[in-house]
Every structure is written in structure tokens, then in C-alpha cells.
């Protein structure tokens, strides 16, 4: 179906408006009409452009999440935080079985390695309880295959692991996934639940949320280029799924921030080709979280942790953290000896945690209602690897202001899916607005180590033809493809 026509909203009553089509939005418009509900999801911009576009493209299996930031004496002492963090992990091994059974085609699989240093936080032992006991919260579903193993043993079954440097007391080995395409993941799920019944409207900013005659009223603003337009909806409840900018909606706002935003930087490097495929985690000297993750024929390193509290839209890659995250590599993998010279390109993102009395929380999934504002629920604490428990979560609690309304036909994730041979195809049933849209989100060439460039002559000129565009309209896309690009991602 194509992208209705804002006209056509004006005066509609909705169960649910979603505002905000991520990974969470798309997978709770998909939730919310398989129940049945009359659902609107609305993004200001594109499906999958915000935070899940910037992701580590890793299907996490949870190991980081148990590994607490005070001492270890002091875990006994601390038995709430512990069980906020197995329940956190529980979900997060839940939803990786999910995902591997019901998306294989978005995942790729691969070896991982844990390098056991002289002087590390946690012992061996320790790691090895911890991988056991994150495989046993998963009910053993998806199995992580780990075992550890001796320096020399690894060195002689992978090349990565011959490149760490030592000294080393030995080498966990484990399975773990990669999203192939977290942007793609958004836009099946998103056509997955217009399939159900839910209408989708993309470029549609909500300027105004009012709270009148026991419901919601919203103002939806058009913001694709060329066009102007506005419209009215109501709505028995409102879903704030607006990632890291769900303070910054408009009505929205509570009495303190809901989220905190945690800055990850991402940078992508060519690692020696028999490194091909195979990826490390470990912890910097930071004591976070550290990882080399395998992409196509490159990989990419990072990511950092700092907290940031401008607005999403702002951020951007330092040079700080760029020497940071090749400083620990180099730590890693002495002979390598990384420079900026070796940088294909770097991005970052802002991945919304949940706060509580203004502190960022290790809260699982909270969906909460804003205090005086009935029926306006804003979900905060997910990933793009939740977001399938994101989206029930919201169900249940529409369901528990609603009443539940029975089930809706099954709908096409990972079967109806158009063939990305066929551009026309892709560009009239997808919600193409933009030329960017189509490179990033709907094709897999925005993901090349040239970002789409070598191709995106040829593909405005077959969404010209498609949307019909004039050559005015077309170059100014080229002109926004350039500068998208800056903006996203960073190239030295």
C-alpha cells in the first residue's frame, strides 16, 4: 500500500496513535493490530531513521548487562540491582531466540572471543559462570556454543585470537548474531503491520497533543519537501515510542526527563582479511563494554558510553572518541597499530535508558503514564534487541485501558516482503518519500563501505521516474543524500 495522503486522516478516531517508527513503534503498531486496535503509527521522518538506524547491529546475548560497575564484595549488598539485571538479561535471551527462529534472514552468524588479560576485573571463572548462567536464563534456546580455551589452542583455530596481545591467561570462544539490516528489520515490521490493519504515515510530526472530551487530540503536521498539510486525529491512548526524544514531543512532557540518554561511537575499520568474519568482546580500560564486531569485509569498533543530554538530533562523533576507541583496539591487537588513516567511516547514536528520580536505572522495558495525563503511555529502557517484548508490553497495557479485541489475520513478516530488484515496486509500496530512504532503509547499498554513493545516481533517477519528481526535485535529493550522509556518519 502507498503512503496515504494526509487529507485522508483528517477527523479519523483511532484506538492507539504510536508516535515514533523505530524498532519499538513499528513492533507495537504491529502488536497492537494483530488485537485488533484501530492503530496510527506517525514518525517525523522516515521508518527506522532515528536510533535503530544507528545501532550496533549486534544480536546481544546479555553478558555485559550482568557485570555491575562496584566492587564485587558488594553484590550481596546490592540484591535488587542484581535481580533488575538477570531479568534485564532473562528478556534480552528471550528475545535473541525469537529473533533468531522467526528473522533468520536478518541475522548473520558468527564466532566471537572473550581474551582472558592478566589484571582483568573478572576472573575466568567468573566469566565462565556468566556465560552459563546467561545460556540457562534463555532456557537454552539459542545456545552460545561457548567454551574457553587455551592461548595457544585459540591461536591455532582463529587469526583474530593469534593477534591479541598477552599476556594472556586463555580465550573464551562463542557464538553470537548480527543483525544483517536493523534499518529493514523497521520497515517489515512497519509493512507487517499495515498488513494487519494499522495505517502507517511517515513525515508526519505531531505538533500539538491535547487532552479533550476524555480523549486524545492530535495535530499532524506534513513535513515531506514540496508539501504542506495538516490534520486532526483522536485517540483513546497515545504511545510515546520516540526512543530518545520522548521528552521533546510536543504535549508530552512530564514533571522530570523519562530517559538518559547514553552516547555510543561506532568506527569502521579493514582488519587483516584472516580476521574476516569474527568478532571479540571484552572490556575496555574504562571497565565497559568493548567489542570488534564483523561487517561484510570490514569490521567496526566501539562502542563508547557517555551520557548526553542535548538533543538527540545534535550528536555527533568527537575525535576524543575516535582516538579512544582505536587506542583500545590498539591495546587489543598491538601489531595492528590503528590510525585515523585506517577509518572507512564512524557514526554514534543516543540509546534512550530509562531514568527514575532523575537517575539512569537498570530497569527492564517500563512503560509508564505521565501523572495527570490519562492514557498517554510512554515506553523508555529498550533496544532494538527488546523490541518484540517492547511491543507486548505496550499491548498489555492498552489492553488493560481497552479491553482485549480478539485477534486479526496473521500478517507477512519475513514472507511478503517486496524483492529489492524491483525498485518501482519498493518505491510506491514502502512509504518512499525521500531519495535517502530508499538507499538507507529499504536497500542494502547504503550499508556499503562507500555509503550508497556509487549507486545513487542511477536510483534517483528510477525514483524520479517513479514519484515523478522533477530534475529540480531530483538534484535537490542528491543535494540532501550528500548532506544526510554528513550528518550520519563521519569520514575522515
Same mark, same amino acid.
Given at each position: 500500500?502507498?503512503?496515504?495522503l ?14 515514533g ?12 493490530a ?18 535503530s ?8 546475548s ?26 534485564y ?72 585470537? !593469534?593477534?591479541? @596481545?598477552?599476556? %594472556? ?6 557464538? /553470537?548474531?548480527? #543483525?544483517?539490516? *536493523?534499518? +529493514?528489520?523497521?520497515?517489515d ?15 508526519t ?30 485517540a ?6 520516540a ?30 582479511e !584472516?580476521?574476516? @568474519?569474527?568478532? %571479540?568482546?571484552a572490556?575496555?580500560?574504562?571497565? /565497559?563494554?568493548? #567489542?570488534?564486531? *564483523?561487517? +561484510?569485509?570490514?569490521?567496526?569498533i ?22 579512544y ?13 590503528l ?19 532523575g ?14 495525563k ?49 525498485i ?12 535517502v530512504?530508499v538507499?538507507?532503509r529499504?536497500?542494502?547499498w ?18 524520479a ?6 530534475e ?21
Amino acid at each position: 500500500m502507498t503512503r496515504p495522503l494526509l487529507d485522508s486522516l483528517d477527523g479519523e478516531h483511532y484506538d492507539v496513535v504510536v508516535i515514533g517508527a523505530g524498532a519499538v513503534g513499528c513492533a507495537a503498531a504491529r502488536q497492537l493490530a494483530a488485537r485488533n486496535f484501530r492503530t496510527l503509527l506517525v514518525d517525523r521522518g522516515d521508518i527506522g531513521a532515528g536510533t535503530s538506524s544507528r545501532s550496533s547491529r549486534m544480536l546481544y546475548s546479555g553478558l555485559g548487562y550482568l557485570a555491575a560497575r562496584y566492587p564485587l564484595w558488594q553484590i550481596p549488598f546490592r540484591p535488587m540491582d542484581m535481580w533488575q539485571r538477570l531479568r534485564y538479561t532473562r528478556q534480552v535471551m528471550r528475545c535473541r531466540a525469537e529473533l533468531v527462529k522467526e528473522m533468520p534472514g536478518h541475522l548473520t552468524r558468527h564466532r566471537f572471543h572473550y581474551p582472558f588479560r592478566r589484571g582483568d576485573r573478572y576472573p575466568p571463572w567468573l566469566v565462565d559462570m556468566g556465560f552459563r548462567l546467561v545460556e540457562a536464563l534463555g532456557g537454552w534456546k539459542v545456545p552460545l556454543v561457548y567454551r574457553r580455551q587455551s592461548q595457544q589452542q585459540a591461536a591455532g583455530d582463529s587469526a583474530m585470537a !593469534a593477534g591479541l @596481545g598477552g599476556p %594472556l591467561r586463555g580465550v573464551g570462544v562463542f557464538e /553470537e548474531y548480527m #543483525y544483517a539490516w *536493523p534499518e +529493514r528489520i523497521c520497515v517489515d515490521t512497519a509493512l507487517d503491520a499495515q498488513w494487519r490493519g494499522a495505517t502507517v504515515r511517515t513525515y508526519t510530526r505531531v505538533s500539538q497533543l491535547q487532552r479533550q472530551d476524555a480523549q486524545w487530540r492530535l495535530t499532524l503536521d506534513e513535513q515531506a519537501p514540496e508539501t504542506k498539510g495538516q490534520a486532526q486525529v483522536t485517540a483513546k491512548v497515545v504511545i510515546n515510542a520516540a526512543g530518545p526524544w520522548v521528552d521533546r514531543v510536543s504535549g508530552a512532557a512530564d514533571a522530570g526527563p523519562r530517559v538518559l540518554g547514553i552516547k555510543g561511537v561506532n568506527v569502521m575499520v579493514r582488519l587483516p582479511e !584472516a580476521y574476516r @568474519g569474527q568478532g %571479540l568482546e571484552a572490556f575496555s580500560s574504562k571497565g /565497559e563494554p568493548y #567489542y570488534v564486531f *564483523p561487517w +561484510r569485509e570490514f569490521h567496526f569498533i566501539g562502542p563508547t558510553e557517555s551520557e548526553f543530554h542535548d538533543d538527540p538530533d545534535t550528536v555527533r562523533v568527537e575525535d576524543s572518541e575516535i582516538d579512544y576507541i582505536l587506542s583500545e583496539a590498539n591495546q587489543l591487537f598491538p601489531d595492528l597499530q590503528l590510525t585515523r588513516n585506517d577509518v572507512q567511516h564512524c557514526w554514534c547514536g543516543v540509546r534512550p535508558t530509562s531514568t527514575l528520580d532523575g537517575r539512569s536505572t537498570h530497569l527492564p522495558v517500563r512503560l509508564s503514564e505521565a501523572a495527570g495525563k490519562p492514557g498517554l503511555l510512554t515506553l523508555t529502557g529498550s533496544t532494538i534487541m527488546l523490541h518484540r517484548h517492547a511491543a507486548r508490553v505496550i499491548a498489555r497495557g492498552v489492553e488493560a485501558r481497552l479491553g482485549k479485541r480478539g485477534k486479526a489475520p496473521e500478517g507477512m513478516l519475513e514472507r511478503g516482503r517486496v524483492d529489492s530488484d524491483d525498485i518501482a515496486a519498493v518505491v510506491r509500496r514502502e512509504h518512499v518519500v525521500r531519495l535517502v530512504d530508499v538507499v538507507r532503509r529499504r536497500l542494502p547499498w547504503g550499508l556499503d563501505p562507500d555509503l550508497g554513493r556509487a549507486r545513487v545516481e542511477q536510483l534517483s533517477q528510477q525514483v524520479a521516474l517513479v514519484l515523478g519528481w522533477s530534475e529540480a526535485r531530483r538534484q535537490a535529493e542528491l543535494k540532501h543524500f550528500e548532506e544526510d550522509t554528513a550528518r550520519v556518519y563521519r569520514q575522515l
